[in-house]
Antibody, heavy 121, light 107 residues
């Protein structure tokens, strides 16, 4: 049974960097059949996929166009986790952020508990 | 990006009712269509993947069907614990995209 445990601050100041981590148990971030995603949810934007990292003999990343210039998703194999960094945040980035696992790249079978992120000075 | 349109956005139903939710993709997604249930304050939960495959542990009153661009989630006999919001999601290509949700409320 895969479990994903999120951590990180719930309050970020405008123009600063949002940083969250997702610790994996029951699977490996280096799994060759899984991908590790960040998704956010807000009333205005609904569920929005931000990007993913995955390992297939080497590391790959895919990012949503809407955040591509500001986002980084990185694996940490030593700690079996992956992280999200979103730079230059604005109030529009306020949302519940989820980490999630996709299997075969198509469906999400495990989710983190969610982190409510507020953007305010 | 593939756009996912769900309908209705909300519905009211009674325990025991048969409920149908539809999801339309902006292009063919070859049955890479998944359904999730979300309750307030919780992460979504996978119900159906690949259009009609029931996720382990999900009650058999949930079923999915469809092909091409049009898909359906059916709850055969609504139970009290089924009052929630339901989302579809396409998995044929990135960015993964979601429908806007259908809130199922008590009548």
């Amino acid at each position: 049974q895969v479990q994903l445990q999120q951590s990180g601050p719930g309050l970020v100041k405008p123009s600063q960097t949002l940083s969250l981590t997702c610790a994996i148990s029951g699977d490996s971030v280096s799994s060759r059949s899984a991908a590790w995603n960040w998704i956010r949810q807000s009333p205005s934007r609904g569920l929005e996929w931000l990007g993913r990292t995955y390992y297939r003999s080497k590391w790959y990343n895919d990012y949503a166009v809407s955040v591509k210039s500001r986002v980084t998703i990185d694996p940490d194999t030593s700690k079996n986790l992956f992280s999200l960094q979103l730079n230059s945040v604005t109030p529009e980035d306020a949302a519940v952020y989820y980490c999630a696992r996709t299997v075969t790249g198509t469906f999400i079978d495990s989710w983190g508990q969610g982190t409510l992120v507020t953007v305010s000075s | 990006d593939i756009q996912m349109t769900q309908s209705p956005s909300s519905l009211s139903a009674s325990v025991g009712d048969r409920v149908t939710i539809t999801c339309r993709a902006s292009q063919s997604i070859s049955r890479y269509l998944n359904w999730y249930q979300q309750k307030p304050g919780k992460a979504p939960k996978l119900l159906i993947y690949a259009a009609s495959s029931l996720q382990s542990g999900v009650p058999s009153r949930f079923s999915g069907s469809g092909s091409g661009t049009d898909y359906t989630l059916t709850i055969s006999s609504l139970q009290p614990e089924d009052f929630a919001t339901y989302f579809c999601q396409q998995g044929t290509s990135t960015p993964l995209t979601f429908g806007g949700g259908t809130k199922v409320e008590i009548k």
